[in-house]
């Protein structure tokens, strides 16, 4: 018995030593860092804090480059987002202070405040220029305004329905 402890002590001294000088290697390190550079192109990450009034709306939009990590802080919030095509499928959750609601690149997420209270969240991206698109406010409210005939069409409303978007956005 005793001639096979050392063994099983040099086994566990070997495996130990060798997960002493094992490493990793991230192939990409400076995308952990945000990089002084004045270029919309480096990676890193954004950090915002959203105050929400009562019933207080962040509405459709998208981060055309960049996952949203949303953690509520105070109050509760309704989220959610749209899946891209065929499914064009809503998903949604209503969030309480201390909850996280992940928000996948490039599709259109929104937030509400369902409380009576104000609400606070903060919202993190994974770049330094994650983009923002709000939805309504860059199709009506474009300059120049994009083609009253494209516009109906694409939504299928009535002229008077899109001038008066336009009005309203622009």
Known sequence: ??????????????????CSVAS????????????????STE?????????????????????PRATEILVVLEGTLYVGFVTSNPENRLITKTLNAGDVFVFPIGLIPFQFNVGKTNAIACAGLGRQNPGLIVI??????????????VLTKAFQLDKNVVNYLQKKFS
């Open 1 to 18: 018995m005793m001639k096979g402890a050392p063994n099983h002590l040099v086994a566990l001294a070997l495996m130990a030593l060798a």
């Open 24 to 39: 990793a290697y991230d192939p990409a390190p400076l995308q952990d860092f945000c990089v002084a550079v004045n270029s």
């Open 43 to 63: 990676a890193g990450i954004s950090l915002a804090r959203l105050d929400f009034a009562p019933y207080g709306l962040n509405p459709p939009h998208t981060h």
């Open 136 to 149: 309504a406010k860059n199709i009506f409210g474009s300059d120049p305004p994009v083609n009253l005939d």
